[in-house]
């Protein structure tokens, strides 16, 4: 059974780097995108980005220039680095398996992360 | 701001059918996926492609395309139906992907 839980500090402060891992288990990275997803609280989804197994990633604009998304397949992890955060990253990180096609189609997800960035 | 546009709520007669629409340029080029989010849980995948439903999910759940607007409906609605459901597709720019705004469907 593929299991996928996130880790990391659940409290980060403003200008500092919020750091998360999603450790697999039950699967091996190979042949998927491991992709990171949050949720600020009481709001919807935003597709942070993934990092495919043959080491392409594609991250959210938005984002781009303060976030890495890698993996260690020694460790069946893969992480996400957020650098010079703000208050507005405080949300629920999810980690998900899934592939991409004209849309991202998953089939397990984390219990999700909250992480909370003080000002 | 999201480029894929739901409604924010729809309600839903037990037992009823309800249509969850999802509108954005890219959807003229490119399919959606769906996912239900219960409170307090994982989004999990209830429509995928065309028209297609991972194992597991019931068939009342299908989706549609026309134009820039995707489509989720429940026929034959559940209490447990009630959640948030929020598409995703690629966004303007064709290269990364984006969640709708959601919708949150409550069944009566």
């Not at chain 2, 890219?26 to 219960?38: D, G, I, P, V």
Request: aromatic share 12%; proline share 4%; charged share 15%.
């Amino acid at each position: 059974q593929v299991q996928l839980q996130e880790s990391g500090p659940g409290l980060v402060k403003s200008s500092e780097t919020l750091s998360l891992t999603c450790t697999i288990s039950g699967a091996s990275i190979n042949g998927y995108y491991w992709t990171w997803i949050r949720q600020p609280p009481g709001k919807g989804l935003e597709w942070i980005g993934y990092f495919y197994y043959a080491g392409t990633t594609n991250y959210n604009p938005s984002l781009k220039g303060r976030l890495a998304i890698s993996a260690d397949t020694s460790k069946n992890q893969f992480s996400l680095i957020l650098t010079s955060v703000t208050p507005a990253d405080t949300a629920v990180y999810y980690c998900a398996r899934g592939r991409y096609f004209e849309w991202f189609q998953s089939d397990y997800w984390g219990q999700g992360m909250l992480v909370t960035v003080s000002s | 701001s999201s480029e894929l546009t739901q409604d924010p709520a729809v309600s839903v007669a037990l037992g009823q059918t309800v249509r969850i629409t999802c509108q954005g340029d890219s959807l003229r080029s490119n399919y959606a996926s769906w996912f239900q989010q219960k409170t307090g849980q994982a989004p999990v995948l209830v429509i995928y492609g065309k028209d297609k439903r991972p194992s597991g999910i019931p068939d009342r759940f299908s989706g549609s395309s026309s134009g820039n607007t995707a489509s989720l409906t429940i026929t034959g609605a559940q209490a447990e139906d009630e959640a948030d459901y929020y598409c995703n597709s690629r966004d303007s720019s064709g290269n990364h992907f984006v969640f709708g705004t959601g919708t949150q469907v409550t069944v009566l």
